[in-house]
């Protein structure tokens, strides 16, 4: 059913119909207002709102219960039916708009399951050594780095292996660790992270490190995101996502 409007609403077109009228109820007879808000109350009981039926239902109380010696103006029904009209317009379209994007969600989110087995670079992802497979990602780079240095932290929080990157140019730098520690043994397999530190015209900082993971899975947020989720148990929207393949 088509929602309307509040009883506040409905109170000021009752008011401005009686308002152009100027109407004088006799004794016991009771102004088209008054005949309003008892229907609307009544109404009100068990809705705050009221649908296309209620609205002509009090149309027609209002046109019984008015003055026939001074009966409401033409101008006052044509306002308030204009009125009607609009809010009955607004209120398709708004329903129009999101069966719109109900329907483009569910489309986006089917779409996003062909992700699913594919490589993309996530920001942040931790990195899944697993089987002796290297871990790869990239390191984007905004402005050229006189110095680029990576560690990678087991689940202790130790760092157990660094790189040594030197100077780097502006835009993606390739990330690629074979799994070994400092010490050139071969880690157990897991998760581990890894962390970047540039110097950037004299200033240290820690760029965003983006491990190439394989999406696992997709799913949608109540607020209709895609979000994708990827091997090691991270979920990532998919507009965060920064490559796909790799």
């Known amino acids: 059913m088509m929602t309307l409007a509040t009883s506040n609403s409905l109170n000021a077109a009752a008011a401005t119909a009686n308002a152009g009228s100027k109407i004088k109820a006799p004794?016991?007879?009771k102004t088209t207002t008054e005949a309003a808000n008892e229907a609307l109350m009544a109404k009100s009981g068990t809705s705050a709102s009221m649908g296309q039926k209620d609205f002509l239902t009090l149309f027609t109380t209002q046109l019984k219960c008015q003055d026939p010696l001074d009966p409401v103006k033409n101008e006052a029904f044509v306002a308030q039916l204009a009125q009607f009209s609009q809010l009955e317009a607004t209120t398709t379209m708004s329903e129009t708009l999101k069966a719109y994007v109900d329907s483009m969600s569910g489309e986006r989110m089917m779409s996003s399951t062909n992700m699913i087995g594919k490589t993309v670079a996530v920001p942040n992802a931790p990195a899944l050594y697993m089987d002796g497979k290297p871990v790869k990602g990239l390191i984007p780079l905004p402005e050229g780095a006189s110095g680029l240095q990576l560690?990678?932290?087991n689940?202790?929080?130790?760092?157990?292996?660094?790189q040594i990157l030197g100077p780097?140019?502006?835009?993606?730098?390739?990330?690629?660790?074979d799994g070994s520690d400092d010490t050139g043994n071969q880690v157990p397999d897991g998760l581990y992270t890894i962390t970047a530190s540039a110097v950037v015209q004299g200033k240290n900082t820690n760029p965003i490190v983006s491990i190439h993971s394989t999406v696992t899975g997709v799913n949608q947020t109540p607020d209709k995101?895609?979000?994708?989720?990827?091997a090691g148990g991270k979920s990532v929207k998919l507009t965060d996502v920064q490559r796909i393949g790799g």
């Not at 995101?225 to 990827?230: G, K, N, P, Q, S």
Request: proline residues 3%; without cysteine.
């Open 27 to 29: 004794a016991g007879l």
């Open 151 to 153: 560690q990678v932290i």
């Open 155 to 162: 689940d202790k929080g130790n760092v157990i292996a660094t």
């Open 168 to 177: 780097q140019q502006a835009g993606d730098v390739p990330l690629y660790w």
């Open 225 to 230: 995101t895609i979000m994708l989720e990827v």
